[in-house]
């Protein structure tokens, strides 16, 4: 399929570990592009500190992500991008690649590292998803504290909602959703994504983010993936999934691209998406204006860009 619709995408071979961050797929204006990989670089240093000292992909990936939860930049965790009734809504999820384990939380009320509540549906629950009012419930069964909504909203993020609805906008993208994905020494990848969703989107409404397949997806046998963009479109086509699948015959990049301009000629959506194959290559591709990542390799090299 032709990828005309791709801006943008990047590759690096293969690794003993590598670790790739986005901090969402949009149009972030140019002024705040520096902050957004600032931001991007700062976390895919802390996953890559986890994999350096022998952690695991899963571990590394979390990491990762709740240092762009705790960046105000970002529209996940703090930061967050408000619903149409001006209220925090987060959805996250965390995928482990060697035992395809997955956990995700999504329409959930105010808590400053979703991720690790997803991680914590995953390893202590019987589920895979837990939503709202439930799955706040089990946050704080499992010692989570719900957050203070107004020590999580932004200035920006109360603008932005301000605009969308002075505008009618329906509904529109806060450019910041978040995701990580790596491969560790001993063959593991996993990826991770958080996100507030949409600006102005309506209450209730779950993106592709916490949706194993979608927004998230991770296998030893083929790669792990994080996608951002247009959630409604990304479900629909399983883009994480499509993508993850897509590197059995072809290296990272093109998997990534092609995944996106399939998205794009069959639902018009469009979006980012970054991989960690099986053997430790990366790569990444975005169909639209920007998107933030950072990546750092086992010797030692540090790549970023929007
Ligand atoms: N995919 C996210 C959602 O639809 C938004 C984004 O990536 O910016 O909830």
């Not at 991008?81 to 995700?104: F, K, P, Q, V, Y």
């Not at 995953?122 to 799955?135: F, K, Q, T, Y």
């Not at 996608?227 to 998997?255: F, N, P, Q, W, Y």
């Not at 960690?276 to 204006?289: C, I, M, Q």
Request: aromatic share 2%; proline share 2%; glycine share 14%.
């Amino acid at each position: 399929m032709a990828d005309d619709a791709v801006t943008a995408s990047w590759a690096h071979g293969p690794c003993t570990w590598s670790i790739l961050v986005h901090g969402g797929a949009g149009d972030v204006a140019a002024e705040r592009v520096p902050l957004h990989v600032a931001g991007c670089e700062r976390a895919a240093a802390a996953g890559a500190a986890v994999l350096q000292a022998g952690g695991s992909a899963l571990d590394a990936v979390q990491r990762a992500v709740e240092v762009l939860e705790d960046d105000p930049c970002f529209n996940a965790g703090t930061g967050a991008c408000l619903n149409a009734d001006g209220a925090i809504e987060l959805d996250a999820s965390i995928m482990d690649g060697s035992t395809l384990r997955a956990g995700g939380v999504c329409a959930l009320a105010p808590f400053k590292n979703p991720i690790a509540i997803a991680r914590r549906v995953m390893d202590a629950s019987r589920h895979v998803l837990l939503a709202g009012e439930g799955a706040a419930r089990f946050a704080q069964e499992q010692g989570f504290a719900r957050a203070d909504p107004s020590s999580m909203i932004t200035d920006l993020a109360r603008a932005r909602l301000a605009a969308a609805q002075a505008k009618r906008a329906t509904e529109g993208w806060a450019g910041g959703t978040v995701g990580a994905v790596a491969r560790d020494a001993g063959g593991r990848v996993a990826a991770a994504t958080s996100t507030g969703g949409m600006v102005n989107k309506l209450a209730g409404r779950v993106g592709d983010s916490p949706i194993v397949g979608a927004g998230t997806y991770a296998d030893d046998a083929t790669a792990a993936c994080s996608t951002t963009g247009h959630g409604e479109a990304m479900i629909r086509v399983c883009l994480a999934k499509t993508a993850s699948d897509a590197t059995r015959t072809a290296g990272a990049e093109h998997a990534a691209r092609a995944s996106l301009a399939m998205m794009h000629a069959r639902t018009g959506g469009t979006g980012g998406a970054i991989l960690a194959a099986r053997d430790g290559s990366l790569g990444l591709a975005r169909t639209t204006r920007t998107m933030s990542w950072a990546a750092v390799t086992d010797d030692g090299s540090r790549a970023s860009g929007a």
